[in-house]
């Protein structure tokens, strides 16, 4: 089994930063690309960063410049740091990954699952 746990949301003030963390535990063989998701009151979920095994990154535009995603492979966590926050950042935040996993009963066989973590709330207000 494999479990994402996200850390880091709160109440901050606008203007202010948080770092959100997503650490995956569990039956891990390697992580593919990893992304931070939210879902803000009363609109649909949206994705908002994503970073590829590889280090590569992209941001939807409304967050560009002020959010930053990054990952430790060694520690197979994910981060999301938010600077410049805006009341309209305000949202439950989930991580999501592609999980390579080996199989108990079949040598040299894995195979890739996506899966999602609790999500954090993040509350940006004055």
């Known amino acids: 089994q494999v479990q994402l746990v996200e850390s880091g949301g709160g109440l901050v003030q606008p203007g202010g930063s948080l770092r959100l963390s997503c650490a995956a535990s569990?039956?891990?063989?390697?992580?593919?690309?990893m992304g931070w998701y939210r879902r803000a009151p009363g609109k649909e979920r949206e994705l908002v960063a994503t970073?590829?095994?590889?280090?590569?990154?992209e941001y939807i535009d409304s967050v560009k410049g002020r959010f930053t995603i990054s990952r430790d492979n060694a520690k197979n966590t994910g981060y999301l740091q938010m600077n410049s926050l805006k009341p309209e950042d305000t949202a439950v935040y989930y991580c999501?990954?592609?999980?390579?996993?080996?199989?108990?009963?079949?040598?040299?066989?894995?195979?890739?699952?996506?899966?999602w973590g609790q999500g954090t709330q993040v509350t940006v207000s004055s």
């Open positions: 999501n990954a592609d999980i390579w996993s080996d199989y108990t009963d079949i040598p040299n066989s894995r195979y890739l699952r996506n899966y």
């Open positions: 569990g039956s891990i063989s390697s992580i593919n690309t």
């Open positions: 970073i590829t095994s590889g280090g590569g990154t």
